[in-house]
């Protein structure tokens, strides 16, 4: 095993390619790394210290990648957060995380002590530095990201140097990613989806490219940047299939990637009839994100194939993991805390393990009762999307005096056509038993978008709190 990130190594060997392009800006490896060392200067004047938790919130997004770097450089542990979290929350996330600093550009957090104003960094000049000495020990702590376990309450996952970079290795290895390859960056960098590409591309030579929200539509974006391989939610992927242009430029994508939930057999029937390199993963913030990759035009069944350096197994029906890229633990006030069980991880996914590949079935606390029978949610929602014109099905426990629990279903249609409970019962009784029925099927609620703040996934506990109001 490497002990060490060559990081100058890599930076001296691709020098000439295209490293960062957006709809503003394209720097070359050593444009870019000369800017990171500029940048790294700036922080030391700013009063950033080696192994200090840095805060990244409302950061221009050209300058973004540019200042993970010089964090980096600098032995900082990078921590962006969604700039949706309230100021007033950052306090909470800054005491409970042990950040030293939040640098971003927002004026209303300019009073608060910790933090550093980077708009600055938008006229500095970037002086000639040198690409030397830019090495990494791979046990160094580099980031660490967000997310909620099932209370909802957030964890602060640690990773290091290693287990960021085993798990852009077995990514790489898997697309057989080269340096003539480009990812286009669509997901938040506050997301170990958005933020691994930065660094896959960087190991491989490639080029990331990035979507500069307000200034231009993702549409535009694909088509006019033509990356090699994309990754996004399945939700964007429905609305960018709407558009003809936009299908032909995916259809012309090495990999469409799709990850952080399982994916609606409408969406994967559409993109391989347009032709599309249909991929999906099963990944998680602690792994440093993909685990196992399914290849949709090469396997009809719903498997997944376990990437290099991640091992998998299952215990009483829960996905359990370890591997090198397995997460330092969680930051918490008082140290890192890493909640292992004879050695592995257990991630409260569901799944089955057949000939070294995964299913993933669903989420243990997703589980509930009703009238003595177990009932898991995903397998009804996975019947719900696989029947015509569902876009999005989310089915959750509504109290019941008779049987405890029941199972309400929330469905959003593709656009022009009428929901029809009778239709959707109709279908339901043909592939589930009678319990398994909702007992309400209900509209995708308008509120939910206002919702997500942010996150690249529906919120299941808002769904649970809302159909509770709808409950007998
Ligand atoms: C799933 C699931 C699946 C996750 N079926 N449940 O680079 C990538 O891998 C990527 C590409 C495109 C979009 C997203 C990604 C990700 O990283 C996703 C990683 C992620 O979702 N991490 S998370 O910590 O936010 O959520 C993890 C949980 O999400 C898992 O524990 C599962 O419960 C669920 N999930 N992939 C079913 N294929």
């Not at 549409?219 to 709407?242: D, G, M, W």
């Not at 696989?386 to 999005?392: A, S």
Request: aromatic fraction near 10%.
């Amino acid at each position: 095993m490497n002990t060490t990130f060559d990081f100058t190594e890599i930076i001296l060997q691709y020098e000439k390619n295209v490293f960062h392009e957006s709809s503003e800006s394209s720097f070359t490896y050593s444009s870019f790394f000369k800017k990171v060392q500029s940048v790294a200067v700036w922080l030391g004047s700013q009063g950033v210290k080696k192994n200090e938790i840095v805060i990244l919130k409302n950061t221009d997004v050209e300058i973004y990648p540019i200042l993970i770097f010089a964090l980096w450089k600098i032995g900082a542990v990078v921590f962006p957060v969604n700039p949706k979290i309230p100021s007033a929350s950052t306090a909470n996330v800054i005491d409970e995380s042990n950040a030293a600093h939040v640098i971003g550009e927002k004026a209303e957090e300019l009073k608060e002590s910790h933090f550093i104003d980077c708009t600055p960094l938008k006229q500095l000049s970037f002086n000639a530095h040198d690409l030397l000495n830019y090495s990494k020990s791979m046990e160094t702590p580099a980031l660490i990201i967000m997310t909620s376990g099932s209370s909802g309450k957030p964890k602060y996952a640690l990773h290091t140097f290693r287990s960021l970079y085993y798990n852009a290795v077995g990514v790489n290895s898997y697309f057989n990613l080269t340096e003539d390859d480009h990812w286009l960056v669509t997901l938040p960098f506050y997301h170990v989806g958005g933020l691994g590409i930065l660094l896959r591309c960087f190991l491989a030579g490639a080029r990331y490219s990035l979507l500069s929200p307000g200034r231009e539509s993702l549409n535009n974006a694909i088509n006019k940047r033509k990356p090699t391989h994309i990754s996004l939610v399945f939700t964007q992927l429905q609305r960018l299939l709407e558009n003809r242009k936009t299908s032909e430029s995916l259809k012309a994508c090495k990999a469409v990637f799709l990850g952080g939930s399982a994916i609606p057999g409408s969406v994967i029937d559409h993109a391989l009839s347009l032709g599309i390199n249909l991929y999906s993963g099963y990944g998680l913030t602690e792994m440093g994100s993909t685990v196992a990759i399914r290849n949709h035009k090469t396997e009809n069944k719903d498997v997944a194939e376990i990437l290099k350096h991640r091992e998998v197994k299952v215990l009483d029906n829960e996905i359990l993991l370890r591997g090198k890229c397995l997460f330092a633990g969680y930051q918490e006030k008082g140290g890192v805390n890493l909640p292992l069980n004879n050695d592995w991880f257990h991630t409260g996914d569901l799944g089955i393990l057949k000939n070294d590949k995964i299913t993933v079935t669903g989420r243990k606390d997703n589980m509930f009762i009703s009238g003595g029978e177990n009932i898991q949610p995903e397998e009804i929602e996975k019947t719900l999307l696989n029947l015509d014109g569902i876009e999005q099905a989310l089915v959750v426990p509504c109290d019941n005096k008779e049987y405890g629990q029941r199972p309400c279903a929330f469905i959003k249609y593709s656009e022009g056509i009428d929901f029809d409970e009778k239709k959707i019962r109709d279908s339901l009784k043909i592939k589930l038993p009678s319990f398994k029925i909702p007992d309400k099927i209900l509209q995708w609620p308008e509120q939910v978008a206002q919702q997500s703040q942010g996150s690249i996934k529906v919120k299941r506990s808002w769904f649970i709190e809302y159909a509770s109001g709808l409950c007998d």
